[in-house]
């Protein structure tokens, strides 16, 4: 059997980075991003197209100069539980931030959400790194990385451990035996950890794919580590094919290295692809968006958001790259250490580091659909990725790429025809985690 | 215009309290507690009988002698999302404790609530008196009374800072002007308070009804101070005619007493309605459920909850009610002081004490249609509700209650005909409240 590639699409509704000037776009509703008809209607033209997953990006901040989707947008849980019922195949994939959430509410939203997809819900975990984020939960200080980190994989094995409270048989509702419950199938947790203490049990019990899959965004030391010990999925950025290979490689020896099957973390990359009837086309329309969407004090914004919301307007855009090495740990975005080490080695101004870190990349799926899909099989065979992250710019754009370059994936053998199950899991090709306490008495019965 | 009844559906599933022994009957689905399908068949059949609201419960505690629908059961605010595309018109009121929730996600779930809703969310606040639950959060004693309200009043204040963020006219969406946003109308809440320290802005707009209602449930002197003050809805226990009447006057002059019109607090309380085509045969109907629910055992344990889950099989049954004052105040429910008083001065034993709290309750609403409709109106007329939280067995008791009473308490202008809104506010009569920045920018004109 060949492999074969996962698409996920990721809606952006009025438009987020990248896409900044999107809420002008007339066929765009102006409350895209607040409106669950758009969301339920993205849903199903993904499932339409057979995609693995609908992915729900998120940040509890603002501050005026963000993108329109970012100020104004559902919160994930509530908005894929209203898809749930909408669809029938299609994995929802919520963002959910581990430093603000506590373990046994984040455990029972994303058991919930399973139920109610029947075994479609995976959980992106994220640490939340805009400063500002602490002040709207009453921490003076944003935690640092290594803090968040810790949290976050602590928090993913206390879910998980509430997950599995319910063994799969713990409920024989025996009406002739007058018993619902088995309270022998019935586990307490009982953890006290360096973060978290929680007892448990959770009072909800596991759904048909036993678990929600973990998916994991980022690309630090500590954020490898991490999806290398309890990911299932990951979302990152693309960047050249070398620097993509790179990461898939390195993230699939830390999964091996930690005892797990390479196999068994899926790693997607974020594309934007633009189809059109002709190569031409297509290349005339990315210069058109890199025109429309360049905006240099944006960019310069952006940058600071990387520093806990530093203010670089006030130095010289042409001198060397201020000194804000102190401001990074604060921020405490790997980013922000990448940026001030390129700057370094490359001896870049202000101004070159804003156009090189923020201003409009290049997608390099460009073209008419036979163009394109070359360039995902190429990029799928050298290896750089198991699965897309799909964003458009609007329907229209999607409809093209669904129309024009899907067929010829599939003709290609590269991507499913019809789904292999109602459940992410099984889409994913990810095995069902049997119960800990079910396997720990098989083993004391072997 | 007469006033009218509201009414609001309270599903239990598989049975909670005082319905233990419902997961046995055939008509209920084994799984209904966690079944969607369910939610949204009961929403829609209460939508089509016109009733105000949905009503969802919740704890986040259990052990092996909880209620079956305790022990499994989906998370409200998810819940909730997904039933709210299956509606139109009724009401969404979902329950979440004040005491094991951040203010700012709170507000992001129901304001999206409301928003996939259109307007039609309510937030019913409980501050959470199992005692075990704190250990589901890592805290090692539970909150007491006076701190567990302290907050949830500062949550409430906080939250609804959060809901008026953003002015009604913040997103002019200009594309002419290239103007999303209106920065002048975005506002941060700056909070500083006892429990909670809470920056802003919330990024999620208003939505049709302004803000969600705020519902609240329960009798104590710091429940009824904290209804008067903020709350918007109520959730009471019945009990006997003149206790239901002194309660709701006393409820509705404190809210007078704080400033706010009566009329602007809408209470419910809770009736089980047992309705059949005889006096006779409803009476009956009403026996047998009570024989096949007692069961002297688990009301004991119930008894316990009230303690701290204090172990009470430990006493003599028929000896005076053992003296466990100093586990009121750590169960701190305000039903443990007063059953403490009342086996004081009524001079109860301990099973006593167990059948008059815990045991069957008679409801006034049994009979055949007619005299179920008159008992109600009696006690509309007495001055003891605004509107009746229903629940009922399964889904034939429901039918029996929409076919046969709701008409005549419409023939008898006390319920709606139509809806006379698509928000849960307006179905309610309750004012959309007016963004305080909107209104501090109109007094500053003035």
């Known amino acids: 059997m060949t492999r074969k590639i996962h698409l996920a699409l990721h809606p ?3 438009g987020g980075p990248g896409q900044h000037g999107l809420w002008r776009d007339p066929s765009i509703a102006k409350n895209a991003s607040i409106d669950i008809g758009y969301y339920i209607q993205q849903a199903q033209a993904a499932e339409h197209a057979l995609f693995d997953a609908l992915f729900i990006v998120d940040s509890q901040f603002i501050d005026p100069t963000y993108p329109a989707h970012y100020l104004n947008r559902l919160e994930p849980l509530t908005l894929l539980s209203a ?18 959430n506590s373990p046994f509410n984040l455990a029972r939203r994303f058991g919930s959400l399973d139920h109610i997809s029947g075994g479609r819900a995976g959980w992106n975990v994220v640490t939340s790194f805009d400063t500002g984020t602490s002040r709207n939960y009453g921490l003076d200080e944003h935690l640092d990385y ?12 206390v879910i998980q451990g509430l997950w599995d409270s319910y063994e799969d048989d713990a409920f024989p509702a025996d009406v ?5 419950l088995d309270p022998e199938k019935l586990h307490a947790l009982n953890h006290v950890g360096e973060h978290f203490r929680v007892d448990g049990p959770l009072n909800l019990s596991r759904s048909p794919q036993g678990q929600p899959v973990i998916f994991q965004a980022g690309v630090s030391e500590e954020g490898r580590n991490f999806a290398a010990q309890v990911a299932e999925g990951i979302y990152a950025p693309a960047g050249p094919l070398d620097q993509a290979r790179a990461y898939y490689e390195d993230i699939k020896r830390r999964t091996a290295a930690a005892g797990r099957d390479p196999e068994h973390i899926k790693i997607f990359i974020h594309a934007g692809p633009i189809v059109r009837a002709t190569d031409d086309e297509a290349r005339r329309r990315a210069r058109e968006i890199f025109e429309e969407d360049n905006d240099f004090d944006r960019d310069l914004a952006l940058l600071g958001r990387a520093f806990g919301a530093h203010d670089f307007s006030q130095y010289d855009l042409d001198a060397p790259f201020p000194d804000v090495a102190h401001l990074a740990e604060r921020g405490g975005r790997t980013a922000a250490a990448k940026i001030i080490e390129r700057a370094r080695t490359e001896g870049l101004t202000l101004r070159q580091v804003v156009e090189a870190s923020f201003g409009q990349k290049q997608s390099p799926f460009v073209g008419a ?23 458009f710019r609007n329907n229209e754009d999607l409809e093209r790429f669904v129309d024009g370059v899907v067929p010829l994936l599939q003709k290609r053998g ?3 025809t019809e789904y292999e199950s109602g459940t992410l899991r099984g889409n994913l090709g990810l095995p ?11 083993l004391v019965d072997a």
């Open 12 to 14: 952006y509704g009025v």
């Open 83 to 100: 898809v749930a019922t909408h669809t029938k195949h299609i994995g929802l994939v919520g963002t959910a931030s581990s430093t603000y």
């Open 146 to 157: 290594t803090t968040r980190y810790g949290r976050a994989l602590e928090a993913v094995r």
């Open 176 to 180: 002739e035996r007058g018993v619902f």
């Open 369 to 391: 659909p036979g163009t394109v899909a070359d360039a995902i099989e190429h990029w799928f065979a050298a290896g750089t990725f198991d699965g897309l992250n799909l964003a």
């Open 414 to 416: 590269l991507f499913r």
């Open 432 to 442: 069902v985690p049997v119960n800990r306490h079910t396997r720990e008495r098989s």
